[in-house]
């Protein structure tokens, strides 16, 4: 059998501090095995407005503050990682969380895909968060779940 050697880890931001944690992982994991790390953050559109144009809305339709909040989760999340050395991305994703981050690891053909156990919902959970839930049943790449 081939060496699972990771060229690209992906990792999903939600400004939670677990997410951040999850980073921090995928970090370590990419640093040790020099892959690129990129770090992903997806926005759920309001309700009712892929039901009017069918599909997502391009990223410039946005409402601004939602676009700036992302980019602080991403900001704010680099800001805690030891990027030192490593080849890191970002991306701002629009949609569903689960379905954008799986499609995100199909068209970087990542190695690795790094979520939370929870993240930044509200309702304390002693179970998975819907999100890292979703992936664990239909992620398209090995998935690690960080506690
Ligand atoms: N919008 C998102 N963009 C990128 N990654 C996300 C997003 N939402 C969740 N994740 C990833 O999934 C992990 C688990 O979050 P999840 O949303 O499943 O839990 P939760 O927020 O506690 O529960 P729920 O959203 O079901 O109320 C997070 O730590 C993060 O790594
Ligand atoms: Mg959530």
Redesign the pocket.
């Known amino acids: 059998m081939e060496k699972w050697d990771p060229k690209v880890v992906v990792v999903?931001?939600?400004g939670?501090e677990?997410?951040v944690r999850?980073a921090q992982v995928a970090a370590g994991i990419a640093k040790g095995h020099g892959s690129q790390l990129q770090v992903?953050?997806?926005?759920r559109p309001p309700e009712g407005w892929w039901g009017v144009v069918g599909s997502p809305p391009p990223a410039d339709a946005l409402a601004s503050s939602m676009a700036e909040a992302q980019r602080t989760v991403l900001d704010e999340t680099l800001a805690q990682l030891d990027t030192e050395g490593l080849d890191v991305v970002s991306s701002e994703e629009i949609g569903d969380?689960a379905t954008a981050?799986s499609e995100v690891c199909t068209s970087v053909g990542a190695d690795l895909l790094v979520?939370?156990?929870?993240?930044?919902?509200m309702?304390e959970?002693i179970i998975?968060?819907?999100?890292?839930?979703r992936l664990a049943h239909d992620a398209p790449c090995p998935l690690l779940i960080v506690p």
């Open positions: 999903g931001v939600d939670s677990r997410s999850a992903v953050t997806v926005v969380p981050l979520v939370g156990r929870r993240g930044a919902g309702v959970r998975l968060g819907s999100v890292a839930d």
